[in-house]
Structure formats: C-alpha cells, structure tokens
C-alpha cells in the first residue's frame, strides 16, 4: 500500500512525484505512524475551512496521539497541568486565536502593507544593482533571504545590525516545525538553543521599547500587553517570534523557489520580462508551484466524513497542501508553469481561520523581487545545476541558489 513516510529524504529535495502518487492511489488513508493523510485538493479544502478540523493539538485523543509527536508531548502536559498557554496563534483555536491574530492583523492590512513598496522595491534593487555582471550570487542568501527579513524587521522597528543574527537561528526553528522523530539530536538541541536566543533577544528589546516606544508593530503590542489582559508576557513573546519567523521563511522559499523555476525556463523567464501586467498571475501560480509550506496538521474534534472515510475524533490529520496544488481535477496540466490560469484556487496560504495571515505582503514582496530582477536583466541562469535544498518537509526550501544574471 501507498502511505505518507514524512522519513523519506526525497519530500525534501523533489515531493512532486510523492505527492502525485498518494494523491492518485491513496488520496485519504490512515498511516502506519497512526495518522490520517489527506491529499486531493478537494478533500484538503474540506478540512481547512471544518470547524471539525482543529490546529490545537490539546485537541487530540491522548489514546489516537501519533508516534510522530515525540517531545512536544511535554509540552502538552505541561499545558494541561498549568493551564499556561504560551504557543503562537498558529497552533491555537478561537478565542486565544481571534484575540492574538486580531492584535497583529492591523498591521498587514492592504493600506499599510501598500505603505511598504517603497522600501520594498529600494532593498531588492540594492541588491540585484549590486551584482549586476559580478558574477554568480548566491540568491537564496542575498536576496531571498535579505529582502522579507529587512521587511519585517522594518515593520518591528529592529535594528539593521540584528538582521544577520537571526540567519542561523530562524533557519532552526523552521526546522524544527518537522515532526520530531524526524529531527537528530543535534537539531532538537538546536531548535531548543534558538527558542532560548530569541526569548533573550525580544525580552531585552521589550525593556529597551517599553522605554523608547515607537511606531511600529512590535511596540503596538508591547502596549496591548500593558494595558490589560490582551495577552500574557509568554504570549507576547511567542507573538514576536511568530511574526518574525514566519514573516520571513515561507517568502524566503517562496522568492527563491521562483527564481529557480524561472532561471529553469528561459522562455517563461522572457514571457513574464516583456508582460509585467501578469506579475500577479504569476505569483499566484508561483505560490502554487512552490508551495512554500507543503503540509500542515489538524486534530479532529468531531468525526468527519472525507473521500468514503471517517476522520475519527481526536485523531491527527496531515493536509499535504503541495498534493492539492498538483491536483489535476482542478488544475489543467499541473506540473506546468501557466501564467494565463483563469482561477487558480491553490491553497498555498492555507484557507479559513488560519489562512496566513502575511499573506498580502508576501505576494508584495516576492512581486517586486522577481520584476526588480526581471527589469535590471537581459537574462539570467543557473550558475549551478546542483541546487541544494534544506532537509525540511513542511517549510520546504532551498539552502542555496547560484545564478548568473546579465544586463
């Protein structure tokens, strides 16, 4: 039988072929590892927008608990025996969710996201200017990277020279959002190493800010914790973290998964130079393609009946979003870069309550990276056809992107 083994090396380096072959002969199965996978976009749609489809994991059965979970069962139980709740909104359900998204959304709404082109476009021309016939850049590094970073760091009032520091530890966070029997030793000290840095870095920066407040998000909120019950110190800090990891990783892989698919296709490349009016179809199919997060997870708070199965209550459910984005019943030759899709309801951010809520200034800012780059060049290419891809399965991506651009 064909199942979802999160173990094997290749949803890393090319989940494609995988995500097709479960989609086609096991679209909704229960695993060996004792989870639930579901992977036609049909199905994954469904359980997105259920409210029987929780991202709580407190949510699930303790006796249908699955062997991938591993340490964060401690934290669980520490949850349950303290009735402290300290986890980012991600991973959280109404009200806590409501309450701690609805302090963050103001700062992305369309206006104040449309505020950041400016900025936006200045750092990816800066970069790209700057190695204009220099030879090969790396490109995940120098720009994918660079750029979201120098956004959300902007958008937190954090100081430029802090920029580079983050590389290394939000690299290990990422990581460690793969299930934990995945992770070596190495990576758990690692991903434990990186949640005490940035715990001492943002309650340095909250002291610092309480006494020199700002304009800026990170200040906002520090304001929203001292004037009540809005969220706790722990919530504030998991709050902060959250925003600056996630605000930059998903675009990260999102810029740089782009320029590879384009740097692959020199005729693509020069359909979208000569047509900066499908910039935004363009991203869209990018994110479809892509698919900067891959999979996401959900506990069952009630039965609910998908593809002749019953997802049984408290059980774990894997939502292979990269599957949904390749389904063929409702995308016309999938594996196709199409910058003329008509509807292209890909999932790459997720549907419903949790739908990411960067979304808008990710579209933003993978736009005017990929035209920035597209208008400063004749053409550019793979310097290296062996690209290098980091071992995460659910924030997949490159480690590193040599291209040549020309003038």
């Excluded at 049909?42 to 997105?48: I, P």
């Excluded at 409501?98 to 505020?115: D, I, M, N, Y």
């Excluded at 902007?154 to 990422?174: G, T, V």
Aim: proline share 6%; hydrophobic share 40%.
């Amino acid at each position: 039988m064909v199942f979802y083994d999160p173990s094997d090396p290749r949803w890393s380096t090319n989940p494609g072929p995988l995500f097709d072959e479960i989609r086609e002969s096991a679209p909704v199965h229960f695993a060996p590892g004792g989870y639930w996978v579901v992977a036609r976009h049909e199905d994954c749609l469904a359980l997105l927008r259920s409210k029987a489809a929780s991202a709580d994991s407190l949510n699930l059965d303790d006796a249908k608990r699955p062997g991938i979970r591993g340490r964060r069962d401690a934290q669980i139980e520490l949850i349950r025996a303290t009735g402290v709740d300290t986890r980012p909104f991600l991973f959280r359900d109404a009200p806590d969710h409501t309450r701690l998204r609805g302090l963050v959304q103001r700062a992305f709404t369309p206006k104040r996201v449309s505020e950041l082109t400016p900025f936006i476009q200045q750092q990816a021309r800066a970069v790209v200017a700057k190695h204009l016939d220099n030879g090969p850049f790396d490109a995940v590094h120098e720009l994918a990277w660079s750029l979201p970073v120098s956004v959300i760091c902007e958008m937190l009032a954090i100081p430029k020279e802090d920029h580079e520091k983050f590389h290394d530890q939000s690299a290990m966070l990422a990581r460690g959002l793969d299930p934990d029997f995945l992770l070596s030793p190495e990576d758990h000290a690692a991903r434990d190493a990186a949640i005490f840095y940035f715990g001492v870095y943002f309650h340095e920066l909250f002291n610092e800010r309480r006494r020199n407040p700002g304009d800026d998000l990170l200040s906002a909120l520090i304001a929203a914790r001292d004037s009540g019950d809005q969220l706790s110190e722990g919530e504030l800090l998991s709050t902060a973290i959250l925003i600056l990891v996630a605000g930059h990783e998903t675009t990260m892989n999102l810029i740089s998964g782009s320029l590879l698919l384009l740097a692959r296709d020199p005729d693509k490349q020069q359909e979208l130079r000569a047509n900066p009016q499908l910039d935004r179809a363009a991203t869209e199919e990018m994110l479809r393609i892509v698919s900067p997060v891959q999979l996401t997870g959900r506990s069952m708070v009630n039965d609910m009946g998908v593809g002749g199965h019953v997802l049984d209550k408290g059980s774990f459910v894997f939502v292979l979003i990269g599957a949904a984005n390749r389904d063929p019943e409702v995308f016309s030759t999938p594996t196709e870069l199409n910058f003329h899709r008509e509807v292209n309801p890909h999932l790459g951010f997720g549907f419903g309550m949790h739908h990411c809520l960067g979304a808008p200034l990710a579209r933003l800012e993978s736009s005017i990276a990929l035209r920035e780059v597209l208008d400063a060049t004749s053409s550019f290419s793979l310097a290296d056809e062996q690209v290098r891809y980091r071992p995460n399965i659910i924030l997949r991506g490159l480690e590193s992107l040599s291209i040549s651009i020309n003038s």
